[in-house]
């Protein structure tokens, strides 16, 4: 597998010291030079020093280092990425707790995603295996390779694993007829999180109605109760240390009502601890939390 | 669906989605009465060609213990069209067939008869057929009530309209099995047991509306008995928001005095019903045998 023709290259560099950081990075980054690029470094000190001793007279931006709070690494790259195309290499989430810089690793590669970039991630000797685990790709004296235990986001759902919990099961609910399948299947997910008695019973109805809400089906007040009507409808289930969620995707026939006009979303709300429903192109998505300290 | 709805019942309404649920769930229910020595009359439809050979109880997709039924005779089968024609689309006329084929049966020898028919695909277009319908399916009850007959009536969805759909539970509900559900009539109460949902909502509005419409007539026969339905909910696992709409919608449009009682209901019903504003007509009790406590 190459890097030619992907969007963003996320790669984490594990080197035994500056100068072994700027051998690793410097076939992308004198590539991107050559191919009027830019490339962007955000080191300390003596890691900015190692890159000008040897491209002295590089065109290279050299932001002074700053600190970074992880989680709003996301708000910060309008300000500190501006290369839409070229190298960005920096070290801003290393040194962060586990669930931070989980998340933002994983922002980076989705936001960044369609960008023809290369963002290197500077990691120390010691954290080979959290730096494999939160990037996609792992920079080798032969170039960019494939990290073998990166965990990319679901298939079905773009949200990062760090974000929401990592997808523990996908059930395809194509009619009403499986929507008891889908109640088996989170059940026994909830009971596993450690949730009983009413509170359990709660997540799983609220799975349910979630369900219905996605694909659309007619339960306003006073109406005969509607089915789900068949489709490509997906339950995915995420479970983080301290939730169990439930996404619903599916494509409602009817167009959403005004948020005043539908209930539902309130009513689901009494059922977990956090209801969202979100309306695009693709369909809709809802997502129900329910936590399970 | 599988169904072996256990004891036998004497009326039994099968619920099934598709011609293959309905097989399986009836070559159980056959070869049950047929094991238990029943002569069984079954109403039908074939093809074109008329042909018995051409039916799934003369194929694979029924027992070996049917298919010898059909040879000795045990197992009579009756085309749909020839039915119509013998009936002449009256109630009288079909309950005139049922009484003949049953004492006949017994007359013969036969210790109990059983009468199964699959989804007449009759469309139900306005009340007089549907109260001709509910006539006719009472002609069962009657007999079942007084001789050894058990019945199995089909009722296959993607072949018949929603309103008879609807109206079929309401008649039948005394004797449900539906997909993930049941219903039986227990006398003093109307016992469910299975999940509750959005699915099979409709069906399960027509048959509580049904109940209500039968604890209504029995009142009114100046029995005595109070108008309102018991309903032992122990058996049931699980509620959703479409189902406990239905009950409200139910209890909302019930004669004045009369309750829909919910026995030992499921956990969160309460909070459901509550949310949709549970109108008086609702009472949530502990279990049937603690009656004290509606």
Known sequence: MTTAGVGLVHAAVVGEDPEDVVRLCLPTVEAALEAGGEVEIVLDRRGTRAFREVLPDAALRLPAPTDVVPTTLAHRLGATMRATRGVVIGRSCADAPDDDRDLAEAALTLLLADHPLSVFCVYAPGQVDLARRSHPWVLTPDGPVPSPDHRPPNASSPVPAAVLGASVATVPVPDGAALADLRARFAAIVHEAGLAGERADAAVLAAHEAMLLACGADLSPGHPPGDLPPGAHLLDVRRSAGAVIAECRGRPTAPPRASGQDTRLSQLAHLCDHATVHDDADGRTVRVLTGTR | ?294
Not at chain 2, 140 to 155: G, I, K, T
Not at chain 2, 157 to 172: F, K, Q, R, W
Request: net charge negative; hydrophobic share 45%; with cysteine.
């Open chain 2, 1 to 294: 669906m599988t169904v072996d709805a256990g004891s036998a019942r004497a009326h039994l309404l099968q619920v099934a989605e598709s011609d293959h649920a309905q097989r399986v769930g009836t070559a159980a229910w056959l070869d049950r009465e047929l094991a238990f020595g029943a002569k069984v009359f079954y109403k039908g439809w074939l093809g074109d060609d008329g042909r018995l050979e051409k039916h799934w109880l003369a194929g694979p997709q029924a027992s070996v213990r049917t298919r010898r039924a059909l040879e000795t005779g045990q197992l009579e089968f009756m085309d749909f069209p020839r039915l119509v024609d013998l009936v002449g689309g009256t109630a009288e006329g079909l309950h005139r067939i049922q009484a003949a084929e049953l004492h006949g049966a017994l007359e013969e020898g036969w210790t109990s008869v059983a009468m199964t028919q699959e989804s007449s695909r009759r469309p139900l277009v306005d009340d007089d057929e549907v109260a001709v319908f509910a006539q006719q399916e009472g002609g069962y009850d009657e007999l079942a009530a007084r001789f050894p007959l058990h019945v199995l009536c089909q009722l296959t969805v993607p072949v018949e309209n929603a309103v008879h759909v609807v109206e079929s539970l309401g008649v039948h509900h005394r004797g449900v099995v539906d997909v993930g559900w049941v219903a039986h009539d227990e006398g003093d109460s109307w016992r469910l047991a299975g999940d509750l949902d959005a699915h099979i909502a409709q069906r399960f509005g027509g048959a509580l509306t049904g109940a209500l419409r039968r604890a209504t007539a029995i009142a009114e026969e100046g029995t005595g008995a109070s108008p309102d339905l018991h309903v032992d909910l122990t058996g049931v696992g699980f509620v959703d928001v479409a189902v406990a709409q239905v009950m409200v919608l139910a209890a909302r449009s019930v004669p004045g005095g009369q309750h829909l009682v919910l026995h030992d209901p499921p956990r969160l019903l309460r909070r459901l019903l509550d949310a949709l504003e549970r109108p008086d007509a609702i009472v949530l009790g502990g279990p049937v045998t603690e009656r004290g406590s509606a």
